[in-house]
Each structure stands twice: as structure tokens, then as C-alpha cells.
């Protein structure tokens, strides 16, 4: 779905923290590609790789995996990483990171609707699976009476609502996203029996016809490394962050 190549050169990274909108209608089609989606987010969850590997651990050939790494990287989502780097002459490649935004809905045109539907379909689907695995790892742990890993409680839950005005969320969003980049760090500063963390923030409207009947006067949250619940009626924002690139 890009275009050919020669006809667009690829943007710079971005710097770290910086926000970036991607409105380019050939970038989005490039990244929403189901290939191209598994590719980048394996690159984030294992770390730089190199076309040939990609492709045994995908189920790809090695010329549509390379096609797709050279795609992706004249885009700006991943770059092949320097042989200074210890991997000799063999191309590897890894994610580049970015705090990458899309248009709100309402500035989306119809063809571009298209593209981010179909991208977000991709996108809460692998999500899910990815949840689902976690979750069916530590289940089988404690069916076999194998040692329990500590990281069994790292399931944080919460479910809440809140009453709030559009530009409100917009300001709880990026909030979340400043607490994020907080705990953001370097490979290099990053302690031992550290683990990659996915985080996910989902939000979206009660249905038109509630009336907050029963609601209380403010915002209620009840978050627990479990789960909770809250009573109250939130409005969604529509722009999509992505702090990694899957």
C-alpha cells in the first residue's frame, strides 16, 4: 500500500519525548500493513533482529521480510542498527521509539478513516492476544505446580469512570502519556530484573443515552494491582499514542 520507492524520503527520528502527528496518508497505509504491524512489534518485544531471523519467527519468507524492514525504515519506524553495534556484517534491525500520534478523528478524511480502521483493528487484536498469552503462561504455572514467578502479580488492572469535558481528557491523556515518559530510560540505566512492560490506556464514551444517574459528584478511581471499579461517565479522546511503535 506505499508508494514506490524513490518517492518519499524517510523522516528523521524523532527527538525523545517529542510528539510526532503521522497525517501522511502513505505513511499511514505503510504502517498498517498486517506484516508490517507483527514485524514492529516483534522488534519491541525482542529487540533488534535481522531480516532472516524475522522471517523463522513470522512464518515469512526472507524477501517479503526484508521488503517490509526497508519499507518501515523509509518511514522512520526502524532503522538498521550500526555494525558498531557487535553484530558484524549481517543487517540488523530494530524498532526506532517515538511518541506517534495520529489526527483526531474529525481532521480525518474518508480514505484515511479506511487506513486507521483497519490499522486499529490490527492493533487491539494483537493487543488482546498478547494479554491473553500472559495471562494463559501463569495459568499453566499453577496448574503444573511449577514455581510461581514473581512476575504473576505484574497484571495492574483498573476499571473506572470519570465525568469529564473533552479538553479535559485531552489533558488527562497527555498526562498519562508525561507519567510514561517518566519511567522511560536507556538500556544502559535500566536495573537488573527489569522486564519490558506493555501498557495500554483505552478510553471511550458511555453510551449517549446514559445520564449519569447514580453518579457521584467527582471522579471516582479505585485502582488496585488487581482490578477496580468506578461509577462514573468519561468522554474519549481520539488521538492514539503509541510510546513504542506497535
Known sequence: ???????????????????????????????????????????????????????????????ATSY???????????????????????????????????????????????????????????????????????????RTGADEDPWADAFPYSRGSIRLTLPELHAFFEEYIALLNRYKRSDTDTPDGARTVLTRLLAHPAPDNDTGAGAGAGAVSEATPHGSTADDDTEASHNRKASDPT
Open 68 to 142: 517490509h524492514l526497508r519499507e518501515l525504515a523509509r518511514y522512520g519506524f526502524v532503522e538498521e542498527q550500526p555494525e558498531a553495534d557487535g553484530h558484524g556484517r549481517e543487517r540488523w534491525w530494530r524498532a526506532v521509539p517515538g511518541d506517534r500520534r495520529f489526527p483526531p478523528r474529525s481532521r480525518q478524511s474518508a480514505e484515511m478513516r479506511l487506513v486507521m480502521d483497519e490499522l486499529n483493528h490490527h492493533a487491539y487484536a494483537a493487543d488482546l492476544e498478547l494479554f491473553e498469552k500472559a495471562q494463559a503462561r501463569t495459568q499453566t504455572q499453577a
Open 1 to 63: 500500500m506505499a508508494q514506490e520507492p524513490g518517492m518519499q524520503e524517510a523522516a528523521p527520528a524523532p527527538a525523545p519525548h517529542a510528539s510526532t502527528e503521522l497525517s501522511d496518508l502513505a505513511t499511514l497505509k505503510a504502517l498498517a500493513q498486517p506484516r508490517r504491524q507483527r514485524i514492529l512489534q516483534h522488534l519491541t518485544l525482542h529487540g533488534p533482529a535481522t531480516s532472516a531471523s524475522l522471517a523463522r519467527e513470522l512464518g515469512l519468507n526472507t524477501g
